[in-house]
């Protein structure tokens, strides 16, 4: 049981209050913050605090894998198999999935036979890894994720009222299932320059008339992010795909599941993210970065699928447990009262406990240590029976290990 230093990441897209906000420190922050990493990645591990001095967690967990990791290693080698974040997206992140196991294994032997270095920005595959990946609210979270229902979409579409857009919801309409959504979202995220520039102009025009109408506005949401989306990234096609998605609020402690080819943008908020300790993102657009559209589509999942919404479930230690099948990672939820008596995280390592609010101290053989809001604790695989209570005032951590049940 070691504390664990977070590792922030400044991104354009992230805030300069709430991660600042979240650890104590002065807003608004210098930079936007956008993710506090906690975990072992080679990119940038957290660091655990060894006396006066830091050590990375990825040196710690290689020197001795054995005795961090346990039986973690016979299956997932000596590396920790889960990178846990805290990530506040201000603005719009891309629109990108990621792949299945078998296609990250081809991928990243395709792009290492063709000499592409494996740091280079137009890399797809960094590893030949899966990317399952899980976000929890911590405040009201906004995310594009999987195709809505054609129905819907057919609905949404005419509802704008732009002639321009008739052939494609007629398109829609006529083959309402997964290869109609293939078709008109392969059309969209491919159309030539010149039609872009007519379409979609037009679309944010009907946009802005049927937010505008009277009467009752049942896609607003929808309708409003594309507008947003077309502010931050003007004449992207990702803009009309957007159209396609679901579009979703979590309430603070609901989760979102992303399984491989589910095609996602988180929008906007707060929350505890938790993935496979892989880099592997095919991006759509709605960004800066390097974006593959054929190889998005190769590995896109078109079936329609409703909200992605996870409620936790109760676990008998207390624990709020976010069941997912990833097999890297298990996710639970605590949600500590003032002055109750400690519970007991029975099986937190290998692990990384993570304190999200207010102040919480874990002990274990009579041996204290204070976690304080937006910082963790790694425990090793040799840490038996930890047990956190709140100091001075309610808290809430969230317990990350590898997912055991699969
Ligand atoms: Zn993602």
Same mark, same amino acid.
């Given at each position: 049981?070691?504390?664990?230093?977070?590792?922030?990441?400044?991104?354009?897209?992230?805030?300069?209050?709430?991660?600042?906000?979240?650890?104590?420190?002065?807003?608004?922050?210098?930079?936007?913050?956008?993710?506090?990493?906690?975990?072992?990645?080679?990119?940038?591990?957290?660091?655990?605090?060894?006396?006066?001095?830091?050590?990375?967690?990825?040196?710690?967990?290689?020197?001795?894998?054995?005795?961090?990791?346990?039986?973690?290693?016979?299956?997932?080698?000596?590396?920790?198999?889960?990178?846990?974040?805290?990530?506040?997206?201000?603005?719009?992140?891309?629109?990108?999935?990621?792949?299945?196991?078998?296609?990250?294994?081809?991928?990243?032997?395709?792009?290492?036979?063709?000499?592409?270095?494996?740091?280079?920005?137009?890399?797809?595959?960094?590893?030949?890894?899966?990317?399952?990946?899980?976000?929890?609210?911590?405040?009201?979270?906004?995310?594009?994720?999987?195709?809505?229902?054609?129905?819907?979409?057919? +609905? $949404? %579409? *005419?509802? @704008?009222?732009?002639?321009?857009? &008739?052939?494609?919801?007629?398109?829609?309409?006529?083959? /309402? #299932?997964?290869?109609?959504?293939?078709?008109?979202?392969?059309?969209?995220?491919?159309?030539?320059?010149?039609?872009?520039?007519?379409?979609?102009?037009?679309?944010?025009?009907?946009?802005?008339?049927?937010?505008?109408?009277?009467?009752?506005?049942?896609?607003?949401?929808?309708?409003?992010?594309?507008?947003?989306?077309?502010?931050?990234?003007?004449?992207?096609?990702?803009?009309?795909?957007?159209?396609?998605?679901?579009?979703?609020?979590?309430?603070?402690?609901?989760?979102?599941?992303?399984?491989?080819?589910?095609?996602?943008?988180?929008?906007?908020?707060?929350?505890?993210?938790?993935?496979?300790?892989?880099?592997?993102?095919?991006?759509?657009?709605?960004?800066?970065?390097?974006?593959?559209?054929? +190889? $998005? %589509? *190769?590995? @896109?999942?078109?079936?329609?699928? &409703?909200?992605?919404?996870?409620?936790?479930?109760?676990? /008998? #230690?207390?624990?709020?447990?976010?069941?997912?099948?990833?097999?890297?990672?298990?996710?639970?939820?605590?949600?500590?009262?003032?002055?109750?008596?400690?519970?007991?995280?029975?099986?937190?390592?290998?692990?990384?406990?993570?304190?999200?609010?207010?102040?919480?101290?874990?002990?274990?053989?009579?041996?204290?240590?204070?976690?304080?809001?937006?910082?963790?604790?790694?425990?090793?695989?040799?840490?038996?029976?930890?047990?956190?209570?709140?100091?001075?005032?309610?808290?809430?951590?969230?317990?990350?290990?590898?997912?055991?049940?699969?």
């Amino acid at each position: 049981m070691q504390e664990l230093v977070g590792a922030l990441r400044s991104y354009a897209w992230g805030s300069r209050t709430a991660l600042a906000q979240l650890c104590g420190r002065p807003v608004p922050s210098a930079h936007p913050e956008a993710e506090l990493w906690f975990g072992a990645h080679p990119a940038d591990p957290a660091r655990v605090k060894d006396g006066d001095g830091r050590r990375s967690l990825l040196d710690v967990v290689s020197a001795d894998p054995v005795r961090e990791l346990g039986a973690v290693a016979d299956t997932f080698g000596a590396r920790l198999p889960f990178l846990l974040k805290i990530l506040a997206a201000e603005e719009p992140l891309s629109l990108q999935a990621h792949p299945s196991s078998a296609q990250a294994r081809v991928g990243f032997e395709r792009e290492n036979r063709s000499g592409i270095p494996v740091d280079s920005p137009l890399r797809n595959y960094r590893d030949d890894s899966h990317k399952p990946e899980l976000v929890v609210a911590l405040d009201r979270f906004e995310a594009l994720a999987g195709f809505r229902d054609p129905h819907r979409t057919v +609905e $949404l %579409l *005419r509802a @704008l009222a732009v002639p321009g857009l &008739d052939v494609y919801a007629e398109l829609l309409a006529a083959q /309402p #299932d997964s290869a109609g959504l293939r078709t008109l979202f392969t059309t969209w995220i491919t159309l030539p320059a010149a039609a872009l520039s007519t379409l979609l102009p037009a679309v944010l025009e009907g946009c802005v008339r049927y937010l505008s109408g009277k009467g009752p506005r049942e896609f607003s949401a929808e309708v409003r992010t594309a507008l947003e989306l077309a502010e931050v990234y003007p004449g992207d096609a990702g803009v009309l795909a957007a159209l396609l998605l679901n579009r979703l609020t979590l309430e603070p402690g609901q989760g979102l599941y992303l399984d491989a080819g589910n095609l996602h943008a988180y929008l906007h908020g707060v929350g505890v993210e938790i993935m496979a300790n892989s880099d592997n993102v095919l991006r759509g657009g709605l960004t800066p970065k390097h974006v593959d559209v054929p +190889e $998005l %589509l *190769r590995v @896109l999942d078109f079936e329609p699928i &409703d909200l992605p919404v996870i409620e936790p479930e109760l676990d /008998p #230690d207390g624990g709020a447990r976010y069941r997912t099948p990833a097999p890297e990672f298990a996710l639970c939820r605590f949600d500590l009262t003032a002055d109750a008596e400690p519970i007991v995280l029975a099986d937190a390592g290998p692990g990384i406990v993570l304190c999200t609010a207010g102040t919480v101290e874990l002990s274990q053989d009579g041996r204290t240590l204070t976690v304080e809001c937006g910082s963790a604790a790694w425990i090793s695989a040799a840490d038996s029976e930890i047990k956190a209570r709140a100091v001075g005032g309610a808290a809430q951590l969230f317990s990350a290990c590898v997912g055991r049940e699969n």
